[in-house]
């Protein structure tokens, strides 16, 4: 027997139309009234299901998970919300997530690409010879949904002491300019996009040199570079949840001066990164940087974050929703798509708490909340 859901109050598509009514036939949205009878009502404001585009499926504090805790953060995401992941990289193949129809639709990066003791033990593949870079890139395209991600730059801690005798740990690219321009040339050649890691002002300019798709974090991005950025139309996600942690990452890092007062630095001016990055036009998405130290679920933490920047809240949910499905290739409330959706009792474009308090959740056609 097919359901059907009534959808009234304000149904959101985009970020000029909205209508009044919808109606979820089985999997399917349609805005064509049905000759069958309606099920169940969900009054309120109905947003396209959000989408966190930068989280870790199958990923924490200590590498790869089991199959168990990867689902669980899933369906801690879903509840929240979120019915579409942009997977920013794991160490375990999560292909089975497109077999299970409770959880959210899941685009993969494969894993992460970096370099032997520089990036977070257990988490990436390691190369060994830089040069190996295109075709490791062209590898992990192949083990992913169109998506492969990068480490930028990471602490170095090898780095020469400074002349005063300070220890010379400090953030520094891990691939040259030419080896990036190769790597994303061999992605770009399987269809495949880039996104990158990166915290450091040094790895930017190589990055959009090399025709990078995606930044993440960006915390280095000075004036010029995000003018840069903003000329290309390179989204960045801008991570405020883990930027917030990079005070304690210091504290931690005492033994390396350098690095510590630069990741202070970015911790005490990241809400006007923020603004000075929205504000010169690139195009913000939302993303937690959930699957390592941060939990799963708490995109609408993140949007609130972003509010207190100085971002508008339509904005803000419009990046969490209709505007990154779309950049990702994924169908928003249109005729006939998956009827993936969230109600909200009040309009979070107007007030960003609301995104905490879904009424419920819709994954293909099924209240799941």
């Known amino acids: 027997m097919v359901n059907v859901i009534a959808l009234t109050g304000r149904i959101v598509t985009d970020d000029e139309h909205e209508t009044g009514e919808a109606w979820v036939v089985g999997d399917r949205l349609t805005f064509e009234r049905p000759d069958r009878p309606v099920d169940q009502t969900l009054h309120g404001v109905v947003l396209p299901g959000l989408v966190d585009v930068h989280c870790h499926i199958g990923l924490d504090r200590n590498g790869a998970t089991d199959r168990a805790t990867a689902r669980a953060q899933a369906l801690a995401d879903r509840d929240a919300g979120v019915l579409a992941i942009r997977d920013a990289g794991s160490p375990q193949d999560t292909s ?25 033990p257990h988490y990436a593949r390691e190369l060994d010879d830089p040069d190996d870079l295109p075709t490791a890139v062209s590898q992990e395209a192949a083990r992913g949904d ?31 300019g030419t080896q990036l321009r190769a790597a994303v040339g061999a992605a770009h050649a399987t269809g495949a996009r880039v996104t990158a890691h990166t915290f450091a002002t040094e790895t930017l300019d190589d990055l959009l040199d090399a025709g990078v798709d995606c930044l993440e974090h960006a915390t280095g991005a000075d004036a010029d570079q995000i003018a840069r950025i903003a000329a290309a139309g ?12 990079f005070d304690q990452i210091a504290d931690a890092a005492h033994r390396f001066p350098v690095f510590a007062a630069r990741m202070r630095a970015m911790h005490a001016r990241r809400h006007a990164q ?75 474009r107007s007030d960003i708490r609301a995104l905490a308090a879904p009424a419920a959740v819709v994954l293909r056609g099924v209240r799941v909340r």
């Open 96 to 120: 089975w997530v497109a077999a299970e129809a409770d959880l959210p639709v899941l685009v993969r990066a494969g894993n992460h690409l970096a370099r032997p003791k520089r990036y977070i």
């Open 146 to 176: 169109g998506w492969v991600k990068l480490v930028g730059d990471w602490i170095d801690r090898g780095l020469a002491a400074a002349p005063d005798g300070a220890p010379g740990g400090d953030l520094r690219p891990l691939w040259t």
């Open 234 to 245: 390179v989204p960045v996600t801008v991570t405020l949840m883990q930027i917030a942690t």
């Open 274 to 348: 923020v603004r000075d990055l929205y504000d010169a036009g690139v195009p913000i998405l939302v993303g937690t940087d959930a699957g390592g130290g941060i939990a799963h679920g708490r995109l609408p933490d993140e949007a609130a974050e972003m509010v207190a920047a100085g971002l508008p809240a339509a904005d803000v949910v419009a990046a969490a929703s209709w505007r990154t499905r779309a950049w990702l290739g994924l169908p928003g409330l249109t005729e006939g798509a998956s009827a993936d959706l969230v109600v909200y009792p009040a309009d979070p």
